[in-house]
Nanobody
Framework: QVQLVESGGGLVQAGGSLRLSCAAS????????MAWYRQAPGKQRDLVAT???????NYANSVKGRFTLSRDNAKNTVYLQMNSLELEDTAVYYC??????????????WGQGTLVTVSS
């Protein structure tokens, strides 16, 4: 089994920055995609940013220019650098990995979520 451990959430003032981390451990042969989602209270879970094999990244329009996704392949870790945070960024942030295990089966796994609260 593969587990994702997230860290880096917290309380920050509007205009501030946070960096989220998500590290994977377990039976991983290769990671095909890494993504961050977020879910605000009473709303659906939405895609924030994703990076796929080859390094191509995509961002939600609401975070373009403010958030940057990066990865450390050696550590099976993805980061989300969040700058110029806005009140609307308040949410629980979840990471999601698509991966193949040693038997080449494909799986998706979610992190437990980390709360980001932006205050005025």
């Amino acid at each position: 089994q593969v587990q994702l451990v997230e860290s880096g959430g917290g309380l920050v003032q509007a205009g501030g920055s946070l960096r989220l981390s998500c590290a994977a451990s377990g039976n991983i042969f290769s990671i095909t995609s890494m993504a961050w989602y977020r879910q605000a209270p009473g709303k659906q879970r939405d895609l924030v940013a994703t990076i796929i094999t080859g390094g191509r990244t995509n961002y939600a329009n609401s975070v373009k220019g403010r958030f940057t996704l990066s990865r450390d392949n050696a550590k099976n870790t993805v980061y989300l650098q969040m700058n110029s945070l806005e009140l609307e960024d308040t949410a629980v942030y979840y990471c999601n990995f698509g991966y193949r295990d040693s038997s080449m089966k494909y799986f998706e796994v979610w992190g437990q979520g980390t709360l980001v609260t932006v205050s005025s």
